[in-house]
């Protein structure tokens, strides 16, 4: 896969290392690095598109990682490198929640099973649990675009290159999300306000 | 602008969904086991993909040659009441029973098409998932 049977992660770009990696030199020195330097986030924004899931998370974030290697090739700098790579990201999270629900329908045919919240995770899994099925409640262009913009902090327009959208249907579509979010999760922004006052 | 409500409530969230920590050893060991399986070639998925794509293959079949009751099958006028199999045998397209947008989200023009090999099982999902919201 790398051409020339190197691993790839041990490789840096020397003058014989460049022709595997020379796509993606544009926007990183060497794979580990472009690794390195998008991992926390790309787990954080699959952790989110998927409602609170640690080791689902992780496993599409390697599963990105892994994609974007292979696509290397076929990058044509057309969009920013991490535009290209967290549009994988986000649909490879994707493709998690259909597998799960495929999965879903076929293990259990009726029975409604809860999508997995990492209940090691540091905070209240009680209000990560309702948090995450509000987000659940959301098209799944409006919790992209809500996870995207407003808890992972892409603009509008990066988000619309993220997601092949247009910039006006990402901003109604962020509109909506934060109307239903808004009534499903009332009682939480109070909430927070009263735990920082109380501290 | 937003409402000082409303960057309340986007802050909570967010302190709420925040997945745990890397430290350095889970960091090394992801970096490793993704350093194994581009090592060895390994794509996403690709482990069971063939066998996934053979049962999506049966499953379609099965499900066109004796289509379950609980899903309807689209009519080409309503109004006439047509028969899911029209008497001639005509079979409706197998496009018009897949969601549109999900056809244009498996669609990835910067990712090679073999990337997404095993796309069978979403067309096959899409028949028996209703709805989006879930997803």
Same mark, same amino acid.
Request: glycine share 6%; net charge positive.
């Given at each position: 896969?790398?051409?020339?049977?190197?691993?790839?992660?041990e490789m840096t770009l020397t003058a014989e290392g460049i022709a595997p990696l020379?796509? *993606?030199?544009?926007?990183?020195?060497?794979?580990?690095?472009?690794?390195?330097?998008?991992r926390e986030r790309t787990i954080r924004l699959a952790y989110r598109l998927l409602g609170g899931d640690q080791a689902a998370a992780e496993d599409v974030?390697?599963?990105?990682?892994?994609?974007?290697?292979?696509? @290397?090739?076929?990058?044509?700098a057309e969009s920013s490198l991490d535009t290209w790579?967290?549009? *994988?990201?986000?649909?490879?999270?994707?493709?998690?929640?259909?597998?799960?629900?495929v999965r879903r329908l076929w293990s259990s045919d009726s029975e409604e099973v809860p999508e997995a919240v990492d209940e090691t995770v540091v905070g209240d899994p009680g209000l990560r649990r309702r948090i995450a099925a509000a987000l659940r409640e959301l098209s799944p262009l409006q919790r992209r675009?809500?996870?995207? *913009?407003?808890?992972?902090?892409?603009?509008?327009?990066?988000?619309?290159? *993220?997601?092949?959208?247009?910039?006006?249907?990402?901003?109604?579509? @962020?509109?909506?999300? @934060?109307?239903?979010?808004?009534a499903d999760l009332a009682d939480v922004a109070e909430r927070g306000m009263d735990e920082r006052s109380a501290s | 602008?937003?409402?000082?409500?409303?960057?309340?409530?986007?802050?909570?969230?967010?302190?709420?969904?925040?997945?745990?920590?890397?430290?350095?050893?889970?960091?090394?060991?992801f970096q490793m086991h993704l350093s194994e399986r581009l090592?060895?070639?390994?794509?996403?998925?690709?482990?069971?993909?063939?066998?996934v794509a053979l049962a999506a293959a049966a499953a379609?079949?099965?499900?066109?040659?004796?289509?379950?009751?609980?899903?309807?099958?689209?009519?080409?006028?309503?109004?006439?009441?047509?028969?899911?199999?029209?008497e001639g045998g005509e079979r409706p397209p197998v496009y018009a029973l897949v969601e549109r947008p999900l056809i244009d989200e498996i669609d990835a023009p910067e990712v090679a098409a073999e990337d997404y090999l095993p796309d069978d099982y979403l067309v096959l999902a899409a028949m028996f998932v209703e709805g989006d919201a879930g997803w």
């Open positions: 896969m790398t051409g020339s049977g190197r691993n790839p992660m020379r796509e *993606i030199a544009r926007g990183a020195a060497d794979f580990p690095a472009f690794v390195e330097a998008r974030a390697q599963n990105a990682f892994l994609r974007a290697y292979r696509a @290397l090739a076929s990058f044509r790579f967290y549009r *994988i990201v986000v649909r490879e999270a994707e493709r998690h929640r259909r597998w799960r629900a675009t809500f996870v995207l *913009i407003h808890l992972e902090g892409f603009t509008v327009v990066e988000t619309a290159a *993220i997601l092949g959208r247009a910039v006006g249907t990402v901003k109604s579509h @962020l509109h909506r999300a @934060l109307d239903r979010l808004r | 602008m937003l409402e000082p409500e409303d960057e309340r409530l986007i802050e909570e969230i967010s302190r709420s969904l925040r997945p745990r920590a890397m430290d350095g050893m889970r960091a090394r060991a090592e060895k070639g390994e794509g996403p998925s690709r482990a069971g993909a063939f066998a379609w079949t099965l499900w066109f040659t004796n289509p379950p009751s609980s899903v309807p099958m689209p009519t080409v006028v309503a109004e006439q009441h047509a028969p899911a199999v029209p």
